[in-house]
């Protein structure tokens, strides 16, 4: 209303990416968003799961719940999860929640016939969707096909004889609900490290010192400079925020040898993803759920109104 | 034990001519054991009953079930999220004792919003005042504090700070996408 803004401009640079995973810098925001987005990625960010679960036969050694709780584990496509309608908000089905605008159907028939034991997977789950199918874990750009890598997730192995038939409808949910429904395998936030080394200290210790200093940091974070024996920073984000280099320097009777700060507004994120979703998918997901959620919690015009009123009022009458 | 409800859905119409497809009959019985009248654990049946095309005998060929039981105070899990009928997501009491103070309640949501909140409106310089609590965690609503000077108001510098972020997590995704674009571009 009057114009001024406090509004904060992020920066982000990517230093990896792949398809599920993910590792890029934030800057210059503040903690509460990046932990936020750590918040959302993991518990609201939607996802297609398995939900309900028809059986029509059963007989492998695995009873019908404990195989139902394994096909809710399984991850699904979800592309067209934020886009899709959550079915107890869906109009379109009579109430049962399996219209295909809120749902996919899956069926799974399998037999064991031969001698040999049938690996039931998640290769065996027929989708009547082709954008929601089960999550392909094999390794792509692998030499050689490994057959051991590409099977799928197993469900339940059956002996000559067993067979196990049924159908399963998967829906919209969001991992505060389930975790089945849960995109991220982890995401990680980390302070950016800023190390000083006092140059002029330095010079005063013996090398057998200089080693010491190096070794005693349980990450590779110093090396000594083979060549002009000086203690170097080789990588300052394996730094873990232990405090074994500053207790050894402490020890050593040189405090502020060596100086460790943590930069406030400059996180390290990692995000890993369980196939679902695409990593980056998963952050501009995140991003676009927060904002909805902010979105919610709005104050609403005619209480802004009613209140603008007596504010004025209010100030009038105290002189203001 | 308590027999609740049950549901005859009958998809084809019913001919007097011998039927040579199958019908099916979904019927639900959900059964609820009751103590202190509320359901302990609720029992979905479905069976599906298929009619032979010329002796129409109803047998049962399929069997699922769904048995939940819940602990016996432990809220559902989607309580967490949906608000429900009549209750307002935002609400708001102005305090009576100090002027320009205000605490607003907010249904169903947890730290990832009352946080950010609270930390963009600390950058606002007309606030005094700004902090969140939650008031039991098995209760999902949190209590946004703020007191203001009286330039502004707490509704003024509430709407400014959720205006602030949504700019802010625009860019960040303008950012983002962008970031992306150029490191895929990159590769190929």
């Known amino acids: 209303m009057e114009g001024a803004s406090y509004q904060r401009f992020p920066k982000v640079k990517i230093r990896e990416l792949k398809d599920d995973y993910a590792k890029f810098e934030l800057r210059e925001t503040d903690a509460s968003m990046a932990n936020a987005l750590r918040r959302v990625m993991i518990a609201e960010v ?30 699904l496509t979800s592309e067209r999860a934020m886009s899709m309608r959550f079915s107890r908000d869906c109009d379109a089905c009579d109430g049962d929640g399996q219209c295909e605008f809120c749902s996919v159907e899956f069926h799974l028939r399998a037999k064991c016939i031969g001698d040999q034991t049938l690996d039931v997977t998640s290769k065996d789950l027929y989708s009547s969707d082709h954008t929601v199918v089960p999550v392909d874990f094999s390794d792509s750009g692998a030499g050689y096909e490994n057959p051991e890598d590409q099977r799928g997730i197993t469900i ?22 389930h975790a089945k429904w849960s995109p991220a395998a982890t ?58 280099v500053l207790k050894k320097v402490e020890a050593m009777g040189k405090p502020g ?35 909805q959620k902010l979105d919610a919690v709005r104050l609403l015009e005619d209480t802004v109104e009613a209140d603008d009123q007596f504010g004025e009022l209010g100030a009038h009458m105290r002189g203001g | 034990m308590g027999l609740s409800s049950s549901r005859y859905k009958l998809p084809y119409k019913q001919t007097n001519e011998p039927i040579n497809e199958l019908v099916r009959l979904e019927l ?21 009953f298929f009619s032979q095309p010329i002796n129409p005998t109803p ?7 769904e048995v939940k039981k819940r602990a016996m105070n432990a809220p559902d899990r989607y309580e967490r999220f949906v608000v429900p009928e009549g209750t307002k997501k935002v609400s708001y009491e102005r305090d009576t004792k100090i002027i320009n103070a205000a605490s607003f309640t907010i249904e169903r949501e947890d730290h990832t919003i009352g946080n ?73």
């Open chain 1, 46 to 75: 939607p996802t297609i799961a398995i939900d309900l679960v028809e059986i029509e036969v059963n007989s492998s050694v695995l009873n019908d719940e404990f195989i139902a709780h394994r096909l809710g584990l399984i991850p």
């Open chain 1, 156 to 177: 339940v192995k059956l002996r000559k004889g067993q067979e196990l038939r049924l159908r399963a409808i998967a829906r919209k949910g969001i991992g505060k609900d």
């Open chain 1, 187 to 244: 995401v990680t936030f980390m302070y950016e490290p800023e190390i000083h080394i006092n140059e002029e200290m330095m010079e005063t210790l013996s090398l057998e010192e200089k080693t010491s200093v190096v070794e005693s940091s349980p990450t590779k974070v110093f090396a000594l400079n083979p060549q002009t024996h000086q203690v170097e920073v080789v990588d300052p984000e394996a730094y873990t925020y232990d405090d074994e």
């Open chain 1, 257 to 291: 040898l060596i100086e460790v700060y943590a930069k406030e507004d400059s996180f390290i994120f990692t995000v890993e993803s369980t196939g679902a979703v695409k990593a980056s998918q998963l952050v501009i997901n995140a991003i676009e759920v927060l904002k």
């Open chain 2, 28 to 48: 639900t019985l959900e059964l609820y054991l009751f103590a202190n009248k509320k359901p302990l654990q609720t029992a979905s049946y479905k069976g599906f």
């Open chain 2, 59 to 65: 047998f049962v060929s399929s069997l699922t079930f």
């Open chain 2, 116 to 188: 950010i909140v609270r930390m963009q409106l600390h950058r606002d310089g007309n606030v005094l005042f700004a902090g969140y609590k939650l008031p039991h965690p098995l209760q999902y609503k949190i209590i946004v504090r703020v007191h203001t000077t009286s330039q502004s108001s707490p509704m003024q510098a509430y709407n400014l700070a959720i205006n602030d972020l949504d700019k802010e997590l625009d860019h960040l995704k303008a950012v983002f996408e962008a970031e992306v674009a150029r490191v895929s571009g990159a590769e190929y």
